[in-house]
Antibody, heavy 114, light 111 residues
Framework: EVQLVESGGGLVKPGGSLRLSCAASGFTFSNAWMSWVRQAPGKGLEWVGRIKSKTDGGTTEYAAPVKGRLTISRDDSKNTLYLQMNSLKTEDTAVYYC?????WGQGTLVTVSS | QSVLTQPPSVSGAPGQRVTISCTGSSSNIGAGYDVHWYQQLPGTAPKLLIYDNYNRPSGVPDRFSGSKSATSASLAITGLQAEDEADYYCQSSDSSLSGWVFGGGTTLTVL
């Protein structure tokens, strides 16, 4: 059974940092292109960014609102996806999901507030 | 303002058929990128409902169907059931944005 389990969310002050993790199991993680998608309270889905598999180059792409502040990485030896979040803003408050598109985690809530 | 445009809400009585439209442009749906649909029940993560325009993942009832033409796509739900009440999102890719784009979401109410 495919499982994606996010962790690392919490309350952080504006300008602060946070690192989210997504533990994957039930599929060949190293072959998967992985994405982060977020959902602000009461709002729709917003793509954050994506990392390709290493065999496909391992490159990353980001949405404009997060470029330069959020960084996606992966550790295939640990079957884990990461989202390093720096210079956080109040508008980054959202539930963050990791996804292969076919499968989604349960999400982790990040709240940016003073 | 979402890149893909969906109606904010649709409704229908049990047993009826409803459709949800998703309108894009020449840089996304019109460029040939596939369209995918997700169902999000209240308080839960999105679930893939339709992939690559009209394909259903295993376990999704055939009451759900997708179609695509030119710069738009549609999700049709037949034989509406109370359990279909949810938010529905379309998603594609965009050549000018180098990533995924979503519709703003449509809330389905079963009357």
């Amino acid at each position: 059974e495919v499982q994606l389990v996010e962790s690392g969310g919490g309350l952080v002050k504006p300008g602060g940092s946070l690192r989210l993790s997504c533990a994957a199991s039930g599929f060949t993680f190293s072959n998967a292109w992985m994405s982060w998608v977020r959902q602000a309270p009461g709002k729709g889905l917003e793509w954050v960014g994506r990392i390709k598999s290493k065999t496909d180059g391992g490159t990353t792409e980001y949405a404009a609102p997060v470029k330069g502040r959020l960084t996606i990485s992966r550790d295939d030896s640990k079957n884990t996806l990461y989202l390093q979040m720096n210079s956080l803003k109040t508008e980054d408050t959202a539930v963050y999901y990791c996804t292969t598109r076919t499968h989604w985690g349960q999400g982790t809530l990040v709240t940016v507030s003073s | 303002q979402s890149v893909l445009t969906q109606p904010p809400s649709v409704s229908g009585a049990p047993g009826q058929r409803v459709t949800i439209s998703c309108t894009g442009s020449s840089s996304n749906i019109g460029a040939g990128y596939d369209v995918h649909w997700y169902q999000q029940l209240p308080g839960t993560a999105p679930k893939l409902l339709i992939y690559d325009n009209y394909n259903r993942p295993s376990g999704v009832p055939d009451r759900f169907s997708g179609s695509k033409s030119a710069t738009s796509a549609s999700l049709a739900i037949t034989g509406l059931q109370a359990e279909d009440e949810a938010d529905y999102y379309c998603q594609s890719s965009d050549s000018s944005l180098s990533g995924w784009v979503f519709g703003g979401g449509t809330t389905l109410t079963v009357l």
